[in-house]
């Protein structure tokens, strides 16, 4: 009954890295795209190995774990057949639905405009944006730190969702119809404000449940 072999891994970033000679990566054929090429596995089980590790994650990627020794390589030749490689650490990290593998790309263009002016930023800890293509929000955009959901030439913002746990909840709209040539604006005074005021190490949800009364909030500007 294969739904329930090996249920324990043989190997772990964990066990691997008990004495840190392992480092790991998050790959992805791209933001949007969430197809791989079978050039890009076959690259993929060249670069782990016999030592390492291929697992897959609730985040869109595939996490590998390789040697440190190597890494440079490894994340050289990963890129060679086109796989991306997400920042790690607390930093604004995107994600996006596949819009609908490519038939619905209205709102493809301006989230490579987004991912270009945000993706990376510092922050008091990592923060998850994710832009889906239309209403129907099936990448569950809401269940993110920054849900950017496009409908028709504009975008509704929500925020302060709790991703997981047992108290996991959608985030609550926070903005609505914020048109498309103001939203990278409206997204980065958003983040600033999070840079600006909140804890070291404060979830975003915490952060916004803290502070969202606050005048600095009303500040924003959408247009
Ligand atoms: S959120 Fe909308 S555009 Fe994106 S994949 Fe789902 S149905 Fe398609």
Same mark, same amino acid.
């Given at each position: ?23 790991r ?21 060249? #670069?782990?190995?016999?030592? /390492?590790?291929i697992?897959?994650?609730? =985040?869109?990627? %595939?996490? $590998?774990?390789v040697?440190?020794? &190597? ?53 008091p800890?990592?923060?998850r ?12 955009? #809401?269940?993110?730190?920054? /849900? ?5 030439? =504009?975008?509704? %913002?929500? $925020?302060?969702?709790?991703?997981? &746990? ?58």
């Amino acid at each position: 009954m294969n739904a329930f072999r090996n249920n324990i891994p043989e190997k772990t970033f964990a066990t691997l890295n008990e004495n840190g000679e392992f480092t790991r990566l998050a790959v992805s054929p791209g933001i949007i795209n969430k197809h791989y090429t079978p050039a890009q596995f076959q690259k993929i089980a060249e #670069v782990v190995g016999e030592h /390492g590790t291929i697992k897959y994650s609730a =985040s869109y990627s %595939i996490l $590998l774990s390789v040697p440190s020794n &190597g890494v440079e390589q490894a994340i050289k030749s990963l890129q060679e057949v086109g796989l991306y490689i997400a920042k790690q650490g607390s930093v604004v990290a995107m994600k996006a639905c596949d819009f609908c593998d490519g038939d619905k790309m209205e709102a493809a263009a301006i989230t490579e405009q987004l991912y270009n002016a945000l993706e990376g930023i510092e922050v008091p800890k990592r923060i998850r944006l994710n832009v889906n293509g239309c209403a129907s929000a099936c990448y569950n955009a #809401v269940y993110d730190d920054i /849900g950017v959901v496009y409908q028709k030439d =504009s975008f509704d %913002i929500y $925020l302060g969702a709790v991703p997981m &746990g047992a108290h996991a909840q959608a985030g609550a709209l926070f903005a609505k119809r914020v048109p498309m040539q103001h939203i990278t604006g409206f997204l980065h005074q958003i983040i600033t404000l999070y840079k600006e005021h909140g804890r070291q190490e404060e979830p975003f949800f915490k952060f916004y449940r803290r502070t969202k009364t606050a005048v600095f909030w009303q500040a924003l500007k959408n247009e």
